[in-house]
């Protein structure tokens, strides 16, 4: 007796069956490390984004803690809190904007000037994340 074998008795894959797989297997994952590389390096951005956020944050919280206090002791206090800003008493911030402002009758700043109204701008050490506050007497 003669065998012969024919498609329909064989079982298992051929070996191109088996390379094509390989084939699409690996670009399938070299697109998922591609991907999956710049989440994981972009993810650190955004955690740096809220660090920064959060010191520029405190930077300011210490000048209004200073302000209540300057209101209270000193008988010029945007003037010394103005001097302050400048002198970098607060932290690491970079100074964008320290001077008086007034506004027109519907609440648009429309000078830089009087002695009523202190602006004050900071940024963290990147110039990224600005923070601004308005001190009144």
Known sequence: MKAYFTGRDQKGFTLVEV???ILVASILGLIFIQ?????????VESVTRVQNAFTIE???EK???DYKKLVVESSTPLA???LRVSNGNY?????????YITFDGSGVQVS???DRILKVTIADVN???RLTALFTK
């Open 19 to 21: 390379i094509i797989t």
């Open 35 to 43: 991907f999956m590389g710049t989440s994981m390096t972009g993810s």
């Open 58 to 60: 405190q930077v300011m």
């Open 63 to 65: 000048m209004t803690a």
């Open 80 to 82: 010394t809190l103005q």
């Open 91 to 99: 932290g690491s911030y970079t100074v964008k904007y320290k001077d």
């Open 112 to 114: 830089e000037s009087g």
């Open 127 to 129: 110039g990224e994340q």
